[in-house]
């Protein structure tokens, strides 16, 4: 099981840790949206085609490894592809932070809040989805977590 810690209150940037060890680093940024990760001493770059549309990807040594494709925007569900295998990560409820992985209709994979109001939390992903898709599984989360709390932010200021 891997752990997603936030380097911080103010940022949207975590370390993920494998028995206390940080195995990788999620930098995320917000316009495009895009991240840095830093996975056991290899760089990646996740980023979205178009500046408000298009695929996700996460690229290495300068070649996409992997794509996901939102299917709706008021839908939290991606689907991504990687070396001709297809998965599906969801919001598990309405309510709630937790993400499952499907493969078909089979749930193969979870991240999880470790509390109400952590933003820690745990992810058990398939073993035999290489650590580089599995971050970029845990970027994708992060990206909705970050919109669902700027969607949150914005609709408490617009009723103040």
């Known amino acids: 099981m891997l752990q997603l810690v936030p380097e911080s209150w103010l ?4 370390d993920v840790l494998e028995n206390d060890h940080q195995v990788a680093h999620i930098k995320t940024s917000t316009v495009p949206e895009s991240g840095a990760l830093s996975i056991n001493g290899s760089s990646y770059r996740a980023y979205r085609e178009g500046m408000f549309s298009g695929d996700f990807f996460l690229e290495g040594t300068g070649q996409a490894i992997a794509r996901a494709q939102k299917t709706s925007a008021f839908i939290n569900t ?7 295998k297809s ?3 969801k919001k ?4 709630g932070r937790s993400f499952v992985l499907l493969e ?12 109400f109001l952590s933003r820690k939390a745990s992810a058990e992903l398939p073993q035999d989805l290489p650590i580089p898709i599995q971050v970029f599984v845990m970027w994708l989360t992060i990206l909705l977590w970050r919109r669902e709390a700027n969607a949150a932010a914005a609709g408490a200021a617009s009723t103040s």
């Open 78 to 84: 991606f689907n991504i592809y990687y070396s001709g």
């Open 92 to 95: 598990e409820s309405f309510i």
């Open 87 to 89: 998965y599906t990560l």
């Open 11 to 14: 940022t949207w940037n975590f």
């Open 104 to 115: 078909g209709d089979r749930e193969v994979g979870s991240i999880r809040p470790e509390g």
